[in-house]
């Protein structure tokens, strides 16, 4: 049954030097043609499910004008959606203008998600983007008058050359917002990015670390949940969305580079405008056995600081998680903890997960 | 053929001289091979060697030429061209009757050079002075006459080529045929034929290339090995133009291959006499002596149930390489695997590199050692080829080491630098000899472990790679040697100790543990990492723990890059050597050798 779905709007007015998703400078008749193809994709594969969650994500979906941003909703509103439904869009402050906002509203979007990233002039100048922060304050401010009372806004770290001090007054703006949601990354130099074309180093390893804990402690002392490793929230204000990549749910991902997960398969769209634009919407196709779909709920399910319900475990796969994975070892050496029946890696051991991912994957039985 | 019609040569030269090309040339212009069958360097087989630039095994192809109207037939007998195969070169020499000594018109003489031609000369051949070359824009081929002048040459006699465009090879035919001698041998005496290579075949066996020296061999013979007593007949006998041949006989002054279904190539040694067992020779000729490996190292598997692929692998190799040498050893740190001896470095590089290559197998090598000898305090002397085998100090009276004559050659800007490396490992200066104003060779009395371990680096650094060297052991002289341990998270590496000299143990330890330290990925806790001599640590540096592993962003759904992420992390994993708890990379057994100072 599939109940989450991902749109894909790949377009940017600005292109961020450590970006290396699926994006491109924003002309008006490309997003035209786009969003027509983008029509026929959804058409062709959805089934007409129920959804509980939509999540559109770019690139930059508040670069389209009111009314590009209107037909896409119309386009959306052909999907069926469920009264609880949680339906996103992601932005930046300075294109989420009031006209947009309202017509957010008036389309049911119920969650905004938004580019930060931080307040601090040398980082932003490596990230080659732009803030203000009185704009930034209005913004947050108006959104919440008009009546959005979910918002996430993202904080990158670990920029070159930042210190802990510079991450300190980051943080403390972003409280000082007063949201619902902080998604908070460590930058990766990614290949094929400006920042590594430049030759950019990241920062030490431990001073790293050091800023993860850092905003860990500081949010959760301001009552924040971390509820994933890179993820923080109020109570009640988890990102049902995002918690289906990590429950191993099924989703539909239509648009540009968009992945999907529907029924074993693993599809991951093409990144090439052109062959889009043709209606070969298709890159890579992964057809998952039984161990792989184990394998993802264990990689996906340890993201998760509450970790793996063995029960749930149990009742999908017919199968205890022990008798496939040998984990006893890993959890006699505190790497993995056991409580109420959910497997987890213990939340000081969240920043070297893969090590701990990668020992356990090499305990299959 | 009669012998006045014969003429067998080689070709010397230091590495990249041209030598195969030149060769090429010589088989295109006799007629041998037309210039489509000729892929560049058809003497060199393997492809290997091909690629490294480096004839390893040896070779022998029939051309016939015309000549002021007589048929000639000259055997052309490849040599390889480096130090760890010297004995190979001499037996090949002594093969032939004549050399051709190329060297490269823009970079002079060189010291390989100057060690082929000696060698040609102790085994009394004629020489001809070839500078090849000449079409390079750097050539400098006047330059190159006065260096061939103050080594003994005629001007007269340099003859100037291009073995890329052809210039110069047919008058290098004729000198040939005028200058080098004929076979003098005796066909009616009894037969003695020097074995100057051998090669396997998986359907043939062991095949030997031959010099008919006196005599001659008939297919169906039965032939004595004068060294081994082996006794075979004679299956067949070929030669090589260059497509193989089968002839009935090989006279005396001939070349050519003999095979005779021999399974074993511990029965063929290079340098060893082939006669008739019914009518022997009375003394076989002359230089025969056994190979010694120089230089020993560890080769295990990293997946440790290749172990019996890794056994075959070097069963396989040995059959065409005696010189190469293996037993079955264990280390604590990696398992099951051969203490493996060789000629020297190179030829190990070659092995382990065919190892891979050719039989799939990832290997981890061992710090390569060199013979110890070690006398205890009972006065018994034992043979160390490996620190594992090293008794306890308290048990050792005197320690020996592995000495070698080596000669740099070089621009005379170097010398500085140059004898200040050698100083720098404990060397002994001998005497400096002066080719001309500009080059030099430098004669040095050095431990060959010094040589083993990063000499030949540093060598190449300090001189812009203008000097070139070449090394013959000598024999053992008495030094301060002592085991060092590496030691990580508390327990000894047995496959990372090495025996250095104690002045020297200090240096060493540190620049070690600096190197593993950059190596040794950090781990899910701290791993300290010593150098310790006995229960003595004199070095020690720290792999801290392992703190940031995690994809912090996971975008928009795509978890099949994720998962092939960690796929390719646990791939990673493979390659570790698990020792205790510490993951430790396969370059961590190489790292004691390159630690560059």
Redesign the interface.
């Known amino acids: 049954m599939i109940k989450n779905c991902y749109i894909h709007i790949p377009f940017c007015d600005n292109i961020c030097s450590y970006c290396d998703f699926c994006k491109m400078y924003y002309k008006e008749d490309l997003v035209d043609k786009y969003l027509t193809f983008l029509e026929q994709e959804i058409e062709s594969i959805y089934n007409g499910e129920e959804l509980e969650t939509i999540y559109i994500g770019g690139g930059t979906p508040s670069s389209l004008n009111i009314k590009q941003l209107e037909r896409l909703f119309k386009i959306i509103n052909k999907l069926n959606k469920s009264n609880k439904i949680e339906y996103t869009i992601e932005g930046n402050f300075s294109s989420t203008t009031k006209d947009k906002l309202l017509l957010y509203k008036k389309y049911g979007i119920n969650r905004l998600s938004l580019g930060l990233e931080s307040i601090n002039k040398n980082n932003l100048k490596i990230l080659e983007r732009d803030n203000n922060k009185e704009e930034i304050k209005e913004k947050i401010k108006l959104m919440k008058e008009i009546g959005f009372n979910n918002i996430n806004v993202d904080l990158i770290y670990a920029i070159p050359n930042e210190t802990l001090e510079v991450l300190r007054k980051d943080i403390d703006f972003i409280l000082s917002l007063d949201i619902e949601h902080i998604s908070t990354y460590s930058l990766i130099i990614e290949e094929n990015t400006k920042l590594y074309i430049n030759k950019n180093k990241n920062i030490d390893e431990d001073l790293d670390l050091e800023m993860y804990n850092e905003i860990t402690n500081t949010l959760k002392n301001n009552n924040y949940i971390h509820y994933e490793i890179s993820n923080f929230s109020k109570v009640g204000y988890e990102s049902n969305h995002n918690k289906c990549y990590w429950l191993n749910n099924n989703y539909y991902g239509f648009g540009l580079g968009a992945s999907s997960y529907i029924d074993n398969k693993r599809i991951t769209n093409t990144r090439s405008i052109s062959k889009y634009l043709n209606n070969n919407y298709i890159y890579e196709k992964e057809e998952l056995n039984i161990d792989d779909i184990i394998e993802y709920e264990i990689i996906l399910g340890l993201r998760l600081i509450k970790g793996i319900n063995l029960n749930l475990f149990k009742e999908k796969y017919h199968k205890d998680l022990i008798n496939i994975y040998n984990y006893n070892e890993l959890i006699n050496n505190n790497l993995l903890i056991l409580k109420d029946n959910y497997l987890s890696i213990p939340e000081d051991k969240i920043y070297i997960s893969n090590e701990i991912i990668v020992k356990l994957l090499q305990s299959k039985i | 053929m009669k012998e006045e019609n014969i003429r067998n040569f080689c070709i010397i030269a230091h590495i990249d001289h041209g030598k195969s090309t030149l060769a090429d040339r010589i088989l295109e212009l006799t007629g041998a091979i037309d210039k489509r069958e000729l892929k560049s360097q058809m003497l060199d087989s393997m492809d290997l060697e091909r690629e490294r630039g480096i004839t390893i095994k040896l070779n022998a192809v029939q051309l016939s030429y015309k000549y002021n109207n007589d048929e000639y037939q000259l055997n052309l007998i490849d040599t390889p061209g480096h130090v760890d195969f010297s004995y190979e070169v001499s037996r090949s020499l002594a093969a032939c009757e004549g050399a051709i000594l190329v060297v490269d018109a823009a970079q002079g003489v060189e010291a390989q050079t100057l060690a082929n031609l000696y060698l040609a000369l102790d085994n009394n051949l004629t020489v001809i002075p070839v500078i090849n070359k000449i079409d390079l824009p750097s050539a400098d081929p006047d330059k190159v006459i006065t260096e061939l002048e103050n080594i003994g040459f005629d001007k007269k006699d340099i003859i100037l080529t291009s073995a890329k465009t052809g210039v110069g090879v047919e008058e290098l035919l004729h000198k040939i045929i005028e200058v080098i001698p004929s076979p003098k041998g005796d066909r009616k005496s009894k037969l003695k034929a020097l074995i100057f290579d051998s090669l396997f075949d998986s359907y043939r066996g062991v095949i030997t290339s031959i010099r008919v020296v006196d005599g001659e061999v008939h297919k169906g013979d039965i032939i004595k090995m004068m060294e081994t007593n082996a006794v075979y007949d004679v299956v067949g006998l070929s030669i090589n133009n260059p497509k193989e041949k089968e002839v009935d006989v090989l006279r005396a002054g001939e070349v050519g291959y003999l095979f005779a279904s021999i399974k074993s190539i511990s029965d063929v040694h290079v340098g060893d006499t082939i006669t008739l067992e019914s009518n022997p020779a009375d003394i076989a000729l002359p230089g025969y002596k056994p190979m010694q490996p120089t230089v020993y190292c560890g080769l295990y598997p990293i997946e440790s149930n290749k172990f019996e692929d890794l056994r075959e692998a070097l069963n396989k190799l040995k059959l065409n390489d005696a010189a190469l040498t293996f037993e079955p050893e264990t280390s604590k740190a990696l398992g099951f695997g051969f203490r493996c001896g060789f000629l020297g470095l190179l030829h190990m590089e070659i092995v382990e590199e065919r190892i891979e290559r050719e039989f799939g197998i990832n290997l981890i090598a061992t710090s390569p050692s060199v013979v110890y000898e070690v006398e205890l305090t009972d006065k018994t002397k034992i043979q160390v080829d490996s620190p594992t085998k090293m008794p306890k100090r308290e048990l050792i009276s005197k320690t020996y080491e592995p000495y070698v004559k080596c000669s740099i050659f070089t621009p005379s800007e170097y010398i500085g630098p140059l004898m200040e490396l050698c100083q720098d490992k404990r060397g002994t200066f001998i005497n400096i000899d002066y080719l001309d104003t500009e080059r030099v060779t430098i004669n040095y009395e050095l431990p060959l472990s010094e040589i083993v371990y990063d000499f030949f680096d540093r060598l190449k650094s300090s001189t812009k790679g203008y000097a070139s060297f070449d090394y013959e052991v000598i024999g053992y002289k008495e030094s301060n040697l002592v085991k060092m341990d590496i030691l990580l998270n508390g327990e000894v590496v047995d496959a990372l100790s090495v025996i250095v000299h104690k002045d020297f143990a200090y240096k060493r330890g540190r620049l070690v543990t600096e190197k593993l330290k950059e190596i040794i990925p ?1 781990q ?1 806790f701290e791993v300290p990492i010593q150098a310790a001599i006995g229960m003595h640590v004199i070095a020690r540096e720290t792999v ?1 723990a ?15 890059r ?2 092939k ?2 796929e390719k ?2 791939e990673g ?1 493979k390659r570790m050597k698990q020792i205790g708890s510490v993951e430790v990379p396969q370059e961590a057994f190489l790292s004691i050798l390159s630690t560059k100072e």
């Open positions: 950090r899910l801290r392992l703190r940031k592993d995690v994809l912090a962003k996971c975008y928009g759904g795509d978890v099949t994720k998962k992420l960690l992390q646990k994993k």
